[in-house]
């Protein structure tokens, strides 16, 4: 494998520098996410104020980018979350990763603070930067055209913010990949770029790469193809209906959060207003990938001609913001659900968060804990399509109360009293969209997620669970989901797709050998994940957590769900997490990786 390279960003100083990373540090920690929390922790001293010129933002590729592995359109943004205050890495499609490796660069981290907006244009070698003035307060889109027009690269990839993340919004994303608004989203790193006052970087580079050993990679790419011919079933439903293609096997057995997580099934009737596989009418749209090389598209592209969302263009929705704008806000009108994504896309904020702040605060109204007046007129009901774009262009503007909804559930609901047992985030970040009231390796993703309420950082168990029956198993549940969590961290890392988990990731030793000619055998490609886990636990260790932040909102461990296969239901949490902490090498009385664990793992 060829020599990997960090490129290091000065914004204050307007300077650049690249360095090599050593060799051990790139086999040990792969790229990706193992990378970014490999830099993170080394160069962001414990305390660090997000938005203060000191956070960085590190983008990274993996060894599978800009060598035509299948599944590889993607990469990582790793920083310190505003939202949260802890580790955040966030992974994004497109060619952005492709184009990172083109330019010669394992990672980009970019440190300081402009004086005034700025954008980079990364191209090879050199980086030039350039004022960004005339595109402030542009939206994403807009901005990605004119960046490109402006610096005539035609095969550079963009990551721009929009006024959601100038405005500091604490959970506004950075957008990529043009008109198919790809993001990093979760956990604000659009507004630790709005506070370095970097609009965006153009990315773009000429170098190619041979993989370690050509034959090899060749076999594993047949091995994938022959994956999906025998997965015909799974891969026509992804082509088709995208990641919603089991909405109404989630609503069936109560894992579709709904009205901000009071119950886990929607009525049938209302699913059928947005779910792709009832409702022909919304579906099938044009079915396009992500980025290039992915041999099974699942993403859509959809215009609305009618109606009084006509003209909206959008990306999806993904079953995430059909969860966060549909059945947690009670809205069965698909129209509804792809402009307010839409909304979110081109203003640069996290789907998730913005849809769950309005949940949240539609269940307060609902309650009586707020009213007309703090709301500024408006009428908040589940199902009220028109009040949630009335919110979120409040949140957008960022003026009068809006101001403050666009710091997210947790601040909010240390200001309504009452509310906290009903505010839907895990560590400050709000839940994606599984019920885990009765799927408990799920409900333990959530609460050990080294970034707060993301659905799958540590794996996604729910839908395992939910097939093979173990939904309610207590014993042997850490080992049940560290296998998934290992599995999703070293698909992060190299950086590939994790749709296609069943058949790509026993196949990840072969693709990693192959790809940089270390040898990863099995077991150790299990040992890189998990010392890849343990420094991103150690990151937040070193911020004050520990075994009380592995918590979950009260209502999903007081209040019993009220309906649906598994009524009654709450999750044994303190159980759960024995189960994880053994599972993963952590103290059980403070959560922490023990010494020995770290010294086998040989993490400093
Ligand atoms: S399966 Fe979907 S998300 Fe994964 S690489 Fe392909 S288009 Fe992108």
Known sequence: MEDAKLLIINLTARTYRTEIIPEKIVRHYIGGRGLGAYLLY????????????ENVLIFTAGPAQNLSVPFSPKAVLTTKSPLTGIYLYSVSSGAIG??????????????GKAEEPLYLHIADEKVTFHKANHLWGKDTLTTQKLLLDETKDKRASTAVIGPGGEKLILYASIITEGD???????????????????KGLVISGTKTYQPADPEALSMFKRKIAAAIRENSVWAELRRRYGTGDDMPFMNKVGMLPTRNWQTGVWEEDKLKGIAPMLNAGIWPRKN?????YCPNPCSHYLEIKSGPYAGVAVDGPEYETMYAFGSNLGIDKFDAVAAAASLCDLNGIDTISTGLTISFLTECYEKGLIDRNYTEGIE??????????????KIIAREGIGHHWGEGTRRLSATINGSSSFAMHC??????GYECRAFYGQALQFAINPKGGDHHGMGLPARSEAADGSNKVIKGKGEYLKEDAIGRVIAD?????????????????????AL?????????VTKAGMRIIAQERLFNVREGLGRKDDTLPPRLLKEPLPDGPYKGSIVPLEELKDEAYRAFGWDLETGEPTPQLLSELEVN
């Open 380 to 393: 908040l009901a589940f199902g009220n399509d028109e009040a949630v774009i009335q919110c979120l262009k």
């Open 288 to 292: 396009i990938a992500c980025g290039p």
């Open 42 to 53: 080394k160069n962001l001293p414990a305390g660090t104020d997000p938005l203060s010129s």
């Open 98 to 111: 492709h184009n990172i490796r083109k330019a010669g660069y394992m990672a980009i981290m970019i440190i």
């Open 180 to 198: 198919k608004f790809r993001a990093f989203a979760r956990g604000g790193p659009g507004c630790v770029m709005g506070s370095k006052n970097l």
């Open 493 to 513: 890392s190299a950086i590939v797709c994790v749709f296609p988990r069943k058949f790509l990731f026993p196949l990840f030793h072969e693709m990693l050998t």
């Open 427 to 432: 560590k400050g970040l709000e839940m994606g």
């Open 516 to 524: 940089t000619g270390f040898l990863y055998s099995p077991e150790e």
